[in-house]
């Protein structure tokens, strides 16, 4: 059974620092497509960043701010957000495609204050 952990998440002030980790279990996750989504308060599920063999993307508004990678000696993904914004706030959720099924982790909470 495939399984999605995510951790890393918190209270931090503007300005800060945080890197979340993914890490996966029930599979190899190294050449399978993996994302970073976040969900604020009372808005829909966006996606933050996605990497896949030899490509990343991020959404515009984290560009320059954050960077997806991942170590696969731990079968981990990670998403380092620097300078966070307030509008950074939200649960942020882990997803895969693994052998044609869609995984998401339970979310960790990312808390930005002014």
């Known amino acids: 059974q495939v399984q999605l952990v995510e951790s890393g998440g918190g209270l931090v002030q503007a300005g800060g620092s945080l890197r979340l980790s993914c890490a996966a279990s029930?599979?190899?996750?190294?050449?399978?497509?993996m994302g970073w989504y976040r969900q604020a308060p009372g808005k829909q599920r966006e996606l933050v960043a996605r990497i896949t063999v030899g490509s990343t993307a991020y959404a515009d508004s984290v560009k320059g701010r954050c960077t997806i990678s991942r170590d696969d000696a731990r079968n981990t993904v990670y998403l380092q957000m620097n300078n966070l914004k307030p509008e950074d706030t939200g649960v942020y959720y882990c997803?895969?495609?693994?052998?044609?099924?869609?995984?998401w982790g339970q979310g960790t909470q990312v808390t930005v204050s002014s």
């Open positions: 997803q895969g495609v693994i052998f044609g099924y869609d995984y």
């Open positions: 029930g599979s190899n996750v190294s050449l399978k497509p």
